[in-house]
């Protein structure tokens, strides 16, 4: 019998706090009789803290389940579950586990019971929910969430609510967006994106100081921002099968740039004064507009043409990560200035780390 209690109950208390009916093939009306039995019979259902129910048939649990009035910790993975169990009312739950089933987002109610909520673990991994459940974001003493291995397309936005969230677990989903609320979960430590769609990460993940592992693999990144480099607590970053691993953008073919573009480079590269009234409004914003050549040999500008091109940046001394940056001219990349900067071999080791990761 497997037990989550303390390590300083002796074996019977441990036994006595677990009810374990697990790998029974159990349907919802076998388990709804025994589960009356505990509770009419035996009269013992507030002496348990653990309830495994994983590895059967139920598809919802019995209303006899608010008996269990002490009850922690329900776990009820594997199973054919279509109804999202209905115990916050009286069960005062740190941990519900409820991965592998066949929940939907018409499976939970339009909001939860809160009386005598405490819940710090859910874990809805593996079932067939298409929408982040907004309802989640009134489990504000949440510290673990899993939803890995879904069909959910989006991060709701009120994400920022869970304020104690420590792991956030939505790989294996259809997420092509992060929004910028997952930068104010500031108490974060791993955030699991893999397997997605994410196309770009906001650049307040610069704000989650305390994370530790962000793992972004499988997606459709081109590039990380910057401020990633603000990172400091970062240990694990994992960045395989990535455009931006899989194929470095470092000489993309060049349109020729418009005369447009040509006068305006020329009238800021010699410094031309040019003055309201002298042309029409629109050219002085074009000209506003101008971006500088990250090449600090390069004093040239660029405004729509430009390359794009992979600069390895390094980690806070662990590792060198590539970040995109955009130069005014492809031959700023075949510089001396970049040549260290690009050089695969300088730091082989480091970069298998986060390559290969």
């Given at each position: 019998m497997e037990c989550y209690t303390s390590d300083s109950c002796d074996s019977?208390?441990?036994?006595?706090?677990?009810?374990?009916?697990?790998?029974?093939?159990?349907?919802?009306?076998?388990?709804?009789s025994e589960l009356k039995g505990i509770v009419d019979e035996k009269n013992c259902a507030e002496n348990y803290e653990i309830l495994l129910l994983y590895n059967n048939r139920i598809k919802a649990l019995p209303d006899t389940i608010n008996k269990f009035c002490n009850l922690k910790i329900l776990d009820i993975s594997n199973n054919r579950l279509t109804v999202f169990p209905d115990v916050f009312k009286s069960c005062p739950l740190t941990s519900l586990i409820a991965k592998n089933n066949q929940l939907t987002n018409e499976s939970f109610p339009k909001c939860f019971n809160l009386t005598k909520c405490t819940l710090k673990e859910l874990n809805l991994s593996g079932n067939h929910i298409n929408f982040f459940p907004e309802q989640i974001m009134e489990l504000t003493s949440l510290k673990y969430l899993y939803l890995g291995g879904n069909n959910i397309v989006n991060i709701s936005k009120d994400i920022w609510k869970l304020t104690s969230l420590q792991i956030l677990s939505i790989g294996g989903n259809q997420i092509s967006e992060v929004p910028e609320s997952v930068g104010r979960l500031t108490t974060l430590q791993a955030l699991v994106l893999s397997d997605n769609q994410i196309e770009q990460l906001p650049a307040s993940i610069a704000n989650l100081k305390q994370l530790r592992s962000l793992l972004i693999h499988k997606n459709k990144l081109k590039t990380l921002p910057t401020q990633i480099i603000k990172l400091t607590c970062l240990t694990e970053l994992s960045l395989r099968d990535n455009p931006l691993v899989v194929r470095f953008v470092r000489d993309m073919t060049l349109q020729p740039p418009s005369l447009l573009e040509l006068a305006g480079r020329t009238i800021k590269l010699h410094e031309i004064p040019v003055h309201a009234g002298d042309v029409p409004d629109t050219l002085i914003q074009y000209l506003r507009a101008a971006q500088c050549c990250v090449n600090p040999k390069c004093k040239g500008v660029f405004f729509d043409n430009r390359v794009e091109h992979i600069k390895f940046v390094d980690f806070c001394g662990k590792y060198r990560i590539p970040l995109l940056q955009y130069l005014c001219s492809s031959k700023c990349i075949t510089g001396r200035w970049e040549s260290r900067e690009m050089d695969n071999n300088l730091h082989p080791h480091m970069m298998r780390k986060v390559l290969l990761g």
């Amino acid at each position: 019998m497997e037990c989550y209690t303390s390590d300083s109950c002796d074996s019977d208390s441990r036994e006595q706090k677990t009810l374990d009916l697990s790998c029974k093939l159990m349907d919802s009306i076998n388990l709804s009789s025994e589960l009356k039995g505990i509770v009419d019979e035996k009269n013992c259902a507030e002496n348990y803290e653990i309830l495994l129910l994983y590895n059967n048939r139920i598809k919802a649990l019995p209303d006899t389940i608010n008996k269990f009035c002490n009850l922690k910790i329900l776990d009820i993975s594997n199973n054919r579950l279509t109804v999202f169990p209905d115990v916050f009312k009286s069960c005062p739950l740190t941990s519900l586990i409820a991965k592998n089933n066949q929940l939907t987002n018409e499976s939970f109610p339009k909001c939860f019971n809160l009386t005598k909520c405490t819940l710090k673990e859910l874990n809805l991994s593996g079932n067939h929910i298409n929408f982040f459940p907004e309802q989640i974001m009134e489990l504000t003493s949440l510290k673990y969430l899993y939803l890995g291995g879904n069909n959910i397309v989006n991060i709701s936005k009120d994400i920022w609510k869970l304020t104690s969230l420590q792991i956030l677990s939505i790989g294996g989903n259809q997420i092509s967006e992060v929004p910028e609320s997952v930068g104010r979960l500031t108490t974060l430590q791993a955030l699991v994106l893999s397997d997605n769609q994410i196309e770009q990460l906001p650049a307040s993940i610069a704000n989650l100081k305390q994370l530790r592992s962000l793992l972004i693999h499988k997606n459709k990144l081109k590039t990380l921002p910057t401020q990633i480099i603000k990172l400091t607590c970062l240990t694990e970053l994992s960045l395989r099968d990535n455009p931006l691993v899989v194929r470095f953008v470092r000489d993309m073919t060049l349109q020729p740039p418009s005369l447009l573009e040509l006068a305006g480079r020329t009238i800021k590269l010699h410094e031309i004064p040019v003055h309201a009234g002298d042309v029409p409004d629109t050219l002085i914003q074009y000209l506003r507009a101008a971006q500088c050549c990250v090449n600090p040999k390069c004093k040239g500008v660029f405004f729509d043409n430009r390359v794009e091109h992979i600069k390895f940046v390094d980690f806070c001394g662990k590792y060198r990560i590539p970040l995109l940056q955009y130069l005014c001219s492809s031959k700023c990349i075949t510089g001396r200035w970049e040549s260290r900067e690009m050089d695969n071999n300088l730091h082989p080791h480091m970069m298998r780390k986060v390559l290969l990761g």
